[in-house]
């Protein structure tokens, strides 16, 4: 596609229940970043992959999160036993090895009840 | 990663030229210099990236003075429309496995 597509766009979850984000990058983008921002917050960094591999894992907030990156391409970012505390804009961005202009999607608001 | 420092927030009127310094001492001799918009509801929007001197694009112009220490972002002539947060971020530019580590940002206010 043209830009970084996430889905869904908007999540309503219960407190408790399993939840995933889907980052579709810019087709050749090796680089994929997944952010969270909290209302009126600055980018929190969660993770970070070169291809399939995640060389940097350390902004996950807690076991409870977890990502993956399959073919190079697709990324799914899993929130089990959301808590209301989950509630954020999801971000996700991708990028050339080339260059370290990351292009972002328009992410996915998630809301816990 | 090399730290930022950028001031929280900024308030201009339009028309008027903005420069937004961002702080960066630790800075190394690879590393590169971005800066990042982000509107409202959106997710952030590359502007400009420089590694010494001056870089200036259709958005904006970037000095960096020769010890790059230090960056400015420089938005001439604002309207209401480029009120956002403004992020820097310094890293190196051609190396796999970095990740885009973004600051607190500028809030850039413009009134009319």
């Known amino acids: 596609g043209a830009g970084v597509s996430q889905s869904p766009s908007n999540k309503v979850t219960e407190k408790g229940k399993d939840v995933e984000l889907r980052c579709d990058p810019i087709?050749?983008?090796?680089?994929l970043y997944w952010y969270r921002q909290s209302l009126g917050q600055g980018l929190e960094f969660l993770i970070y992959f070169q291809g399939n591999s995640a060389p940097d894992k350390s902004g996950l907030p807690s076991d409870r999160f977890s990502a993956e990156r399959t073919g190079g391409s697709v990324s799914t970012l899993t929130i089990q036993r959301t808590q209301q505390e989950d509630s954020a804009v999801y971000l996700c961005?991708?990028?050339?090895?080339?260059?370290?202009?990351?292009?972002f999607g328009q992410g996915t608001r998630l809301t816990v009840v | 990663l090399a730290k930022t420092t950028q001031p929280i927030s900024m308030d201009s009127y339009e028309g008027q030229e903005v420069n937004i310094t961002c702080s960066h001492n630790?800075?190394?001799?690879?590393?590169?210099i971005t800066w990042y918009q982000q509107f409202p509801s959106q997710g952030p929007r590359f502007i400009i990236q420089?590694?010494?001197t001056k870089v200036t694009n259709e958005v904006a112009s970037l000095f960096i003075p020769a010890d790059r220490k230090s960056s400015t972002l420089s938005l001439p002539r604002v309207s209401l429309s480029d009120t956002a947060v403004y992020y820097c971020l310094v890293g190196p530019r051609n190396q796999a496995g970095t990740a885009l580590i973004f600051g607190k940002g500028t809030t850039l206010s413009v009134s009319s």
């Open positions: 961005a991708s990028s050339s090895t080339r260059n370290t202009e990351a292009f």
């Open positions: 630790n800075i190394a001799t690879n590393d590169y």
């Open positions: 087709s050749g983008h090796t680089a």
């Open positions: 420089g590694y010494k």
